[in-house]
């Protein structure tokens, strides 16, 4: 049903993103091919980008806006960086895909083997959601057991096994006793009863479970840091203590690290927390803009992925474009001991203090939360701290939507919901951080 034009945020003109997405919508379920470029996520059409170069990019309507959210993370180096241009382009000119091994696919694999802490071995896949699945099943292979731990509030990607009580329900209920919900229709009731889920942050609850239940669960799945709500940090020695249980109870480590991979540092979370997990996946900063994902572990397992043992397969998987690109990538990120990561950290970091500060000055009711290379998040929220899921249900994402409106007023594009991350890239100058900072006072301000 055709509708009149609204601009997306009231003074910005939206035509062209507008017009784009009536027809998207009339072709396409929901105009777009993902639930999370789509309306509610954003509100009312989701914007059309047509063009990025370092941390800025232009929406269809020609509107300049810097980047806070690079493609959900994965353009740690900006956008069209020419490194990673020049071997892109030099490759197409020889082909994309030929569906067997290539020379530059055993560089890689050469040298994640080298940067990533547990990487004994690697396979590559094309996405964050195919290399957790595998990652499951792999561990689901070594132990002869079926169920998993996942954490609320974490997210490994769209497919049934892990979409789980987690999309907008608040969890009720003791820990231990809570009921599961289906994300999607169609997840089967048998998949879910495969999963444990609990709260994030607490130790002792997943002791309790291991120790009644470690008989029939394969491996416990999470996040180093929360990203999927904002950014929450682990408590001092979770993730540690979430590794030495698994050692005590047989059960596969798997770190997802799908966002902090070569990002938190050159060797991800791993490197930043001191882990060596059994398991872990890799997927945005390793192809800087790329579709490629990894997953990395123990030669104990890794060596059981081969025909007649534990499946791994894919069409497109470790294909030469996307494997010369994550060349370039890892090649940028590794340069001069990964001095980029100085950079990174120091300009996640005026962002994080910048925003808090702004917070402080406008007496907002709120605070920012974040880990240096990693960025961080503006909560609208009564509370000091938020450590999990249930914590995450005190924020107010209808005021977050507005401050987003607001700045993307400014020229400054935030994601529309707060449960989305804040992301910073080489690319960021002192001035781009700069400029987010007094804008968002400004909107504050505003919203006060
Ligand atoms: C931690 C984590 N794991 C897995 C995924 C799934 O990755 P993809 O969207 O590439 O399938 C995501 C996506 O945002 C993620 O944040």
Same mark, same amino acid.
């Given at each position: 049903?055709?509708?009149?034009?609204?601009?997306?945020?009231?003074?910005?003109?939206?035509?062209?993103?507008?017009?784009?997405?009536?027809?998207?919508?009339?072709?396409?379920?929901?105009?777009?091919?993902?639930?999370?470029?789509?309306?509610?996520?954003?509100?009312?059409?989701?914007?059309?980008?047509?063009?990025?170069?370092?941390?800025?990019?232009?929406?269809?309507?020609?509107?300049?806006?810097?980047?806070?959210?690079?493609?959900?993370?994965?353009?740690?180096?900006?956008?069209?960086?020419?490194?990673?241009?020049?071997?892109?382009?030099?490759?197409?000119?020889?082909?994309?895909?030929?569906?067997?091994?290539?020379?530059?696919?055993?560089?890689?694999?050469?040298?994640?083997?080298?940067?990533?802490?547990?990487?004994?071995?690697?396979?590559?896949?094309?996405?964050?959601?195919?290399?957790?699945?595998?990652?499951?099943?792999?561990?689901?292979?070594?132990?002869?057991?079926?169920?998993?731990?996942?954490?609320?509030?974490?997210?490994?990607?769209?497919?049934?096994?892990?979409?789980?009580?987690?999309?907008?329900?608040?969890?009720?209920?003791?820990?231990?006793?809570?009921?599961?919900?289906?994300? #999607?229709?169609?997840?089967?009731?048998?998949?879910?009863?495969?999963?444990?889920?609990?709260?994030?942050?607490?130790? #002792?609850?997943?002791?309790?479970?291991?120790?009644?239940?470690?008989?029939?669960?394969?491996?416990?799945?999470?996040?180093?840091?929360?990203?999927?709500?904002?950014?929450?940090?682990?408590?001092?020695?979770?993730?540690?203590?979430?590794?030495?249980?698994?050692?005590?109870?047989?059960?596969?480590?798997?770190?997802?690290?799908?966002?902090?991979?070569?990002?938190?540092?050159?060797?991800?979370?791993?490197?930043?927390?001191?882990?060596?997990?059994?398991?872990?996946?890799?997927?945005?900063?390793?192809?800087?803009?790329?579709?490629?994902?990894?997953?990395?572990?123990?030669?104990?397992?890794?060596?059981?992925?081969?025909?007649?043992?534990?499946?791994?397969?894919?069409?497109?998987?470790?294909?030469?474009?996307?494997?010369?690109?994550?060349?370039?990538?890892?090649?940028?990120?590794?340069?001069?001991?990964?001095?980029?990561?100085?950079?990174?950290?120091?300009?996640?970091?005026?962002?994080?203090?910048?925003?808090?500060?702004?917070?402080?000055?406008?007496?907002?009711?709120?605070?920012?939360?974040?880990?240096?290379?990693?960025?961080?998040?503006?909560?609208?929220?009564?509370?000091?701290?938020?450590?999990?899921?249930?914590?995450?249900?005190?924020?107010? #994402?209808?005021?977050?939507?507005?401050?987003?409106?607001?700045?993307?007023?400014?020229?400054?594009?935030?994601?529309?919901?707060?449960?989305?991350?804040?992301?910073?890239?080489?690319?960021?100058?002192?001035?781009?951080?700069?400029?987010?900072?007094?804008?968002?006072?400004?909107?504050?301000?505003?919203?006060?």
């Amino acid at each position: 049903m055709a509708r009149d034009y609204v601009s997306y945020a009231e003074g910005l003109n939206t035509k062209k993103s507008w017009s784009l997405y009536e027809r998207a919508s009339k072709v396409m379920p929901g105009g777009a091919s993902s639930h999370g470029q789509c309306y509610p996520v954003f509100d009312p059409y989701p914007l059309t980008f047509e063009k990025g170069r370092g941390s800025h990019i232009w929406d269809a309507d020609g509107n300049e806006y810097i980047d806070f959210i690079l493609s959900m993370g994965p353009c740690i180096l900006g956008h069209c960086h020419p490194t990673l241009m020049k071997a892109a382009a030099d490759q197409l000119k020889k082909g994309t895909a030929f569906a067997v091994l290539n020379e530059n696919e055993v560089k890689l694999a050469e040298l994640v083997c080298k940067i990533v802490p547990n990487a004994e071995m690697v396979r590559f896949s094309n996405s964050g959601a195919e290399a957790t699945m595998s990652a499951i099943r792999f561990a689901r292979a070594y132990t002869g057991k079926t169920k998993i731990i996942k954490f609320e509030g974490a997210y490994h990607g769209a497919y049934d096994q892990v979409m789980v009580g987690f999309g907008g329900v608040q969890p009720v209920g003791p820990a231990m006793a809570r009921v599961n919900t289906p994300v #999607s229709w169609g997840v089967p009731e048998e998949v879910l009863s495969t999963v444990i889920q609990l709260p994030w942050n607490d130790l #002792s609850v997943v002791e309790k479970t291991l120790k009644r239940r470690s008989h029939e669960i394969a491996a416990i799945i999470t996040e180093p840091v929360l990203m999927n709500i904002g950014t929450v940090l682990p408590e001092e020695g979770y993730l540690n203590g979430l590794q030495e249980l698994c050692h005590k109870y047989d059960v596969v480590f798997i770190l997802d690290e799908v966002i902090s991979g070569f990002r938190l540092a050159l060797g991800g979370a791993q490197e930043y927390f001191n882990l060596r997990p059994d398991l872990a996946t890799y997927a945005k900063a390793l192809g800087a803009g790329f579709p490629i994902s990894a997953i990395t572990g123990k030669r104990e397992i890794m060596e059981n992925v081969v025909p007649g043992k534990m499946m791994h397969s894919g069409t497109y998987n470790a294909n030469p474009l996307v494997v010369t690109a994550a060349l370039a990538s890892l090649t940028e990120l590794s340069r001069n001991n990964g001095a980029i990561y100085k950079h990174l950290n120091k300009i996640g970091t005026m962002l994080m203090e910048g925003l808090q500060d702004a917070v402080d000055e406008t007496k907002t009711k709120g605070m920012v939360q974040g880990i240096g290379s990693g960025g961080c998040q503006l909560y609208f929220t009564d509370r000091k701290k938020i450590s999990n899921y249930k914590d995450f249900f005190s924020t107010d #994402s209808t005021k977050y939507m507005k401050f987003h409106k607001q700045l993307l007023k400014r020229g400054v594009y935030f994601h529309p919901q707060q449960y989305e991350h804040l992301f910073v890239c080489t690319a960021h100058t002192e001035k781009d951080v700069d400029t987010a900072v007094s804008s968002a006072r400004e909107v504050l301000k505003q919203l006060a």
